[in-house]
């Protein structure tokens, strides 16, 4: 079964102006807007599994990371298919996105919370 991280970063760094990674570079703030799709938790089945995926966004201004998280939730919600190796059958949003704290005040963090049913390809 395909890891969620390695179907969604790709998909999201080809389809918007931005970096994607499971994890933030140490240089961040070199690398906004930036991405950050990762898994935690969801249940898996034999044939499908239904991760949990939080989807933060990291940009310069509070303005453009809302809109990148607004862009982003309305391409997910779309999102049915083959992507990257999966079979994506469902995605809904559990937690849209908003505003999360970050150390760094100069960088602003969006985040949002979905639940991805998926199989391979």
Known sequence: MPNIEAVLNPWAESTFD???GAETP?????HLPFIRIERGGGS???????????VD?????AD????????????????????NGAVIRDIRCDSGP???????EEIHRRGATYTVSF???
């Open 18 to 20: 931005a970096m994607a």
């Open 26 to 30: 140490d240089d961040l703030e070199a």
């Open 44 to 54: 898996d089945q034999r044939f499908t599994e239904h991760p949990r995926v939080f």
């Open 57 to 61: 966004v990291f940009a310069a201004t």
């Open 64 to 83: 453009e990371a809302r809109t990148l998280s607004d862009s982003i939730r309305d391409a997910l919600l779309f999102l049915r298919g083959t992507v």
């Open 98 to 104: 908003s505003r999360q704290p970050w150390a760094n």
């Open 119 to 121: 199989r391979a390809a």
